[in-house]
């Protein structure tokens, strides 16, 4: 997706990335991004969460009309859970011993 | 005020984990990853509630096209209740993706372009293939999808990968 948004901007459209994989998406240089640092699948909000979905919406666009540079990361101000810290960061593809 | 209080890094390397991964399984060729030091940067050229929004997903239409991982479209409204995401590699343990607003902002940006703070939605939103080849990416998905983001006159995107 990260190269997607390169070309468009290449060809002048302005764009946003929303995205929870923090490492790839700014390796791969956008112009925008959003990071939400949810587990893969949910990056514009939890699911039936529509309060938090239209407050990271938000955020995008006012990424599209307030930065200045490429490469402008912003990280989404919310938290998977109270303590940030359920187990899904290390069970995404753990090795089985 | 979160108690979480990490000594290491917080946000996922995807990068490290899918590498250490594979290798484990005995795939000793990894993934080279799109690396750029530069980022092509293009500003609004009108004031956002001008502006027409596309979205891109990487979520399929339907089982078939998870399979195929062709570039399409689809009307934005209605909204689809739900698309393929099966074949993504989102965290099926830890989530789901049973409500389309989670990764596809339709319904927000609706909401956008009835409070004036965009001007309109794009008729259409895409769908762009994850595919291992950059190069399938670079010629021929992405200037499909800047093609059809012309077709529609749209001024800026919104671009979510799951």
């Given at each position: 997706?990260?190269?997607?948004?390169?070309?468009?901007?290449?060809?002048?459209?302005?764009?946003?990335?929303?995205?929870?994989?923090?490492?790839?998406?700014?390796?791969c240089?956008?112009?925008?991004?959003?990071?939400?640092?949810?587990?893969?699948?949910?990056?514009c909000?939890?699911?039936n969460?529509?309060?938090m979905?239209?407050?990271?919406?938000?955020?995008?666009?006012?990424?599209?009309?307030?930065?200045?540079?490429?490469?402008?990361?912003?990280?989404?101000p919310?938290?998977?859970?109270?303590?940030?810290?359920?187990?899904w960061?290390?069970?995404y593809?753990?090795?089985?011993s | 005020?979160?108690?979480?209080?990490?000594?290491?890094?917080?946000?996922?390397?995807?990068?490290?984990?899918?590498?250490?991964?594979?290798?484990?399984?005995?795939?000793?060729?990894?993934?080279?990853?799109?690396?750029?030091?530069?980022?092509?940067?293009?500003?609004?050229?009108?004031?956002?509630?001008?502006?027409?929004?596309?979205?891109?997903?990487?979520?399929?239409?339907?089982?078939?096209?998870?399979?195929?991982?062709?570039v399409?479209s689809?009307?934005?409204?209605?909204?689809?209740?739900?698309?393929?995401?099966?074949?993504?590699?989102?965290?099926?343990?830890a989530?789901?993706?049973?409500?389309?607003?989670?990764?596809?902002?339709?319904?927000?940006?609706?909401?956008?372009?009835?409070?004036?703070?965009?001007?309109?939605?794009?008729?259409?939103?895409f769908?762009?293939?994850?595919?291992?080849?950059?190069?399938?990416?670079?010629?021929?998905?992405?200037?499909t999808?800047?093609?059809?983001?012309?077709?529609?006159?749209?001024?800026a995107?919104?671009?979510?990968?799951?």
């Open positions: 997706m990260g190269l997607t948004s390169r070309h468009l901007e290449s060809n002048g459209i302005p764009t946003v990335v929303i995205g929870s994989a923090r490492d790839i998406t700014e390796q240089g956008v112009a925008r991004f959003l990071f939400t640092d949810f587990p893969l699948g949910n990056p909000g939890k699911p969460d529509v309060t979905q239209a407050a990271i919406l938000e955020i995008a666009l006012a990424l599209l009309e307030q930065a200045a540079f490429p490469r402008t990361t912003v990280q989404a919310f938290a998977w859970s109270a303590d940030s810290d359920t187990g960061r290390e069970s593809m753990k090795i089985e | 005020m979160s108690q979480f209080t990490p000594t290491h890094r917080i946000a996922v390397s995807y990068i490290d984990k899918s590498r250490e991964f594979y290798l484990n399984k005995g795939f000793g060729n990894p993934y080279r990853w799109a690396s750029h030091t530069d980022a092509p940067f293009a500003k609004l050229t009108k004031l956002l509630s001008e502006c027409r929004i596309a979205v891109v997903t990487t979520a399929a239409p339907d089982e078939a096209g998870g399979t195929d991982r062709k399409w689809a009307a934005s409204d209605p909204i689809p209740k739900k698309l393929f995401t099966y074949h993504l590699s989102w965290h099926k343990t989530t789901h993706t049973d409500d389309v607003g989670s990764y596809l902002p339709l319904a927000e940006l609706n909401a956008a372009a009835e409070s004036g703070r965009i001007g309109t939605v794009s008729p259409r939103f769908g762009v293939p994850t595919t291992f080849s950059q190069r399938q990416t670079n010629t021929e998905d992405a200037p999808i800047l093609k059809m983001c012309q077709e529609d006159q749209v001024d995107v919104v671009l979510v990968p799951l």
